[in-house]
């Protein structure tokens, strides 16, 4: 079992930055892969970005890329998301995920991650 908890969402103006965090209970974070997801308001929940157990490879959104990187500390079982150039179409709840890592492909479905926090609310204004 895994217990994740967000925190670091708000309100921020468009341009601006916001680095959400992911605690994660347990010994064996680093056998995980950790996504974000963020879900609006009448829409899906939707891939944001993931990192392999060790950290050694991160998967992006295509909108996400250049503006957010997801970073892990094992030593710390906390994975982060640090947001630039936030846009008003970013705003949602973000939610962080954990899903074994196999060796294969980090999936970027929902459905595929078994472990999920309650998420955290963010919000750009513009």
């Known amino acids: 079992q895994v217990q994740l908890v967000e925190s670091g969402g708000g309100l921020v103006q468009a341009g601006g930055s916001l680095r959400l965090s992911c605690a994660a209970s347990?010994?064996?974070?680093?056998?995980?892969?950790m996504g974000w997801f963020r879900q609006a308001p009448g829409k899906e929940r939707e891939f944001v970005a993931a990192?392999?157990?060790?950290?050694?490879?991160?998967y992006y959104a295509d909108s996400m890329k250049g503006r957010f990187t997801i970073s892990r500390d094992n030593a710390k079982n906390t994975v982060y998301l640090q947001m630039n150039s936030l846009k008003p179409e970013d705003t949602a709840v973000y939610y962080c995920?954990?899903?074994?890592?196999?060796?294969?492909?980090?999936?970027?479905?929902?459905?595929?991650?078994?472990?999920w926090g309650q998420g955290t609310q963010v919000t750009v204004s513009s």
């Open positions: 995920a954990a899903d074994r890592d196999r060796g294969w492909a980090v999936s970027t479905t929902a459905q595929s991650y078994d472990y």
């Open positions: 347990g010994r064996t974070f680093s056998v995980y892969v």
């Open positions: 990192i392999r157990g060790s950290g050694s490879n991160s």
